[in-house]
C-alpha cells in the first residue's frame, strides 16, 4: 500500500506542507526548525518504533502543540523534524513544554535505545527555495528527500548563498516542476552549513529529475564555483507512521 507523506524537509524535511507555507509566508517571525539526529545499530528499527509510539501518545495526552516528521537513511540514521513556525518564540516554549512534561516520567523517550548524536536549529530560506506553482510530486505524495549538506569555504558563505540564488533564477526561468528547499543551519552539529532539500516520490523519480536538471547545474558550475569546502549527499525516507500531528 502506497504510504503518502506531508514531508516536502526537510526531513523531515524537509518538510511538510506547513514548513512549504512558512517557506512562501510574509511574516516578522522567521520560521525555524529543530532537527535531532538517532542513529540505530542493526536491529534496533523495532525498538524506536515502538518507542516513537509512546512518545506520540505521551504528546497527544498532554497536547503537545508542534508537528514532527520523522525519516530514516538506508543506515538507520534517524531525524525527528520539528516545526516551529513561531521561531525562537517556540523553541522557548518547546523547552517549558517538556520541563512541565518530563518525558521520563512516562517512559516515553524518544531514543528507544539509539544513540543521540545532536540536534540542530535551523531557519528557512525563502530567497533561494524554489516551489514551483505545479510541483512533479505534490506535497502529499513527497515519500524521498534528497538533502545536501553545503558548507561554505571560510568567509565564503557569500557566494554559497550567490550561486543558491542563481540556482533558483535558473530553475523559474526554465519552468522546472522541481520542489527546491534551503535552509540554513544555525546552531548544532550542523552549524555554519546550509541544506537543499530535492522532493520526489522515490530515489528513481529523484535521480530522474536530477537528470533534467543537470545543465542548469552544468552550466552554473562552468562559472566557476569554489565557494563550498564539503558537500555532503543524504538520502531520507518518509516514515509517515511515525509523524506527529497535533489536535486541532
Not at 511538510?16 to 507555507?21: D, F, N, P, Q
Not at 536491529?43 to 503537545?64: C, K, M, V
Not at 543506515?75 to 513561531?86: A, F, G, Q, S, Y
Not at 540554513?184 to 536538471?213: E, P, T, W
Amino acid at each position: 500500500m502506497r504510504r503518502t507523506s506531508t514531508i516536502v524537509a526537510i526531513a523531515g524535511l524537509i518538510a511538510g506542507s506547513t514548513l512549504l507555507g512558512a517557506c512562501t509566508q510574509e511574516s516578522a517571525t522567521v520560521p525555524l526548525s529543530l532537527k535531532m539526529y538517532i542513529q540505530l545499530s542493526p536491529g534496533q528499527l523495532p525498538a524506536f518504533e515502538e518507542a516513537r509510539a509512546r512518545s506520540i501518545e505521551h504528546r497527544t495526552n498532554n497536547n503537545y502543540p508542534w508537528t514532527e516528521y520523522v525519516a530514516i537513511t538506508e543506515n538507520n540514521l534517524v531525524r525527528i523534524w520539528v516545526n516551529l513556525d513561531n521561531g525562537w518564540a517556540d523553541v522557548a516554549a518547546r523547552r517549558a513544554w517538556f520541563q512541565d512534561n518530563p518525558v521520563g516520567a512516562a517512559g516515553a523517550s524518544p531514543l528507544g535505545g539509539g544513540d543521540l548524536l545532536g540536534t540542530e536549529i535551523s531557519e528557512a530560506l525563502p530567497e533561494y527555495s524554489y516551489v514551483p506553482d505545479n510541483p512533479r510530486v505534490p506535497a502529499g505524495e513527497v515519500e524521498f528527500i534528497r538533502e545536501a549538506r553545503v558548507f561554505p569555504s571560510p568567509g565564503n558563505g557569500a557566494g554559497v548563498q550567490e550561486t543558491m540564488g542563481a540556482i533558483r533564477d535558473a530553475l523559474q526561468e526554465a519552468g522546472s516542476d522541481q520542489t527546491r528547499y534551503v535552509t540554513r543551519n544555525l546552531i548544532g552539529r550542523g552549524a555554519f552549513s546550509f541544506s537543499v532539500h530535492y522532493m520526489a516520490s522515490d530515489a528513481a523519480d529523484y535521480y530522474a529529475s536530477r537528470q533534467a536538471m543537470q545543465p542548469i547545474f552544468d552550466r552554473i558550475q562552468a562559472r566557476g564555483n569554489g565557494n563550498a569546502r564539503r558537500i555532503r549527499n543524504i538520502n531520507w525516507i518518509s516514515r509517515d507512521d511515525l509523524h506527529y500531528t497535533p489536535a486541532d
